[in-house]
């Protein structure tokens, strides 16, 4: 795991690639009010998507249903440069 450091706050991304400068966070709990999509559990998010974006970071963000379908490897893989 990567550690994010910015804005005097210290982050990880669930993960990353950084010599591609790519992460991705997954989003737990989208449908039963989990802390992703709680007023707090957001704000933190939006914070932590918005310093790495700052700092040139690309963020991918998926749910579970996404990783499970291979929509995330999808996109993972067409970020890293495959078609």
């Known amino acids: ?11 990880r991304w ?6 591609a400068m790519l992460a991705v966070e997954l ?4 449908w039963a009010r989990g802390r992703h999509s709680r007023g ?4 933190a ?3 932590k ?4 974006t700052l700092l040139g970071w690309r963020l ?14 999808e ?3 067409r970020a890293m440069g495959g078609d």
Request: some cysteine.
């Open 60 to 73: 991918l963000r998926f749910t579970r249903e996404q990783v499970e379908s291979g929509y995330a490897l």
């Open 75 to 77: 996109c993972v893989e």
């Open 1 to 11: 795991m990567f550690a994010l450091e910015a804005m005097g706050r210290r982050w």
């Open 49 to 52: 998507s918005n310093a790495g």
């Open 27 to 30: 989003q737990g709990g989208v």
């Open 14 to 19: 669930d993960f990353c690639w950084p010599d």
């Open 40 to 43: 707090a559990g957001y704000i």
């Open 45 to 47: 998010d939006c914070e």
